[in-house]
């Protein structure tokens, strides 16, 4: 049976050390499964420092469509994150948004069935005010359901303030 902790909140919270130290807490080992595609410098730049902050311990690996692929029995996962995970989904399903939750939805669930503890990081992208942009727009939306939707399957929920965490669920 899977375990499920969805740790969320705005852009630089602190979600990812905070996911990052639950994952060691309950693992020597952990596996990081990065869903990040590298769109450009800045972006490589970023990854290569949460790369840095990693050590030895962690089994990293790389999956931007489907992490259900790899067999994850008996291991803490951290997912860092579901936003870049469905930044892939709606861009190659060309912002369909109904089609990418779907396929989004599919693959969690695929996912989830191992018996594995699971730790998912994501973004409150409609936290802030309302874009122009339809794109943004659009992708807000996808985001925003397919956050309610591990939530509502979470066994734990964390939202990250300021570096803090606090208990939403669980």
Not at 7 to 14: A, D, L, P
Not at 49 to 63: A, F, L, M, S, V
Request: glycine share 6%; with cysteine.
């Amino acid at each position: 049976m899977s375990y499920i902790h969805l740790i969320t909140g705005g852009e630089r919270s602190g979600k990812s050390t905070y996911a990052e130290s639950e994952a060691l807490r309950l693992s020597e080992s952990p596996v990081y499964l990065a869903t990040a595609r590298i769109w450009d410098e800045e972006f490589r730049q970023r990854i290569l420092r949460h790369q840095e902050r990693r050590g030895p311990e962690w089994t990293n690996i790389e999956e931007d469509i489907r992490p259900s692929k790899h067999d994850f029995t008996g291991r803490v996962v951290l997912i860092d994150c579901i936003t870049l995970w469905a930044t892939n989904y709606f861009f190659d399903m060309q912002q369909d948004v109904d089609q990418a939750l779907e396929a989004l939805k599919k693959e969690f669930d695929t996912l989830v069935q191992q018996d594995a503890t699971f730790i998912f990081v994501t973004n409150e992208l409609g936290m802030g005010g309302m874009s122009e942009s339809r794109t943004q727009r659009l992708f807000t939306q996808l985001q925003g359901w397919m956050n309610q939707y591990v939530a509502a399957r979470a066994d734990r929920v964390t939202l990250m303030v300021s570096g803090l965490p606090l208990t939403v669920k669980g």
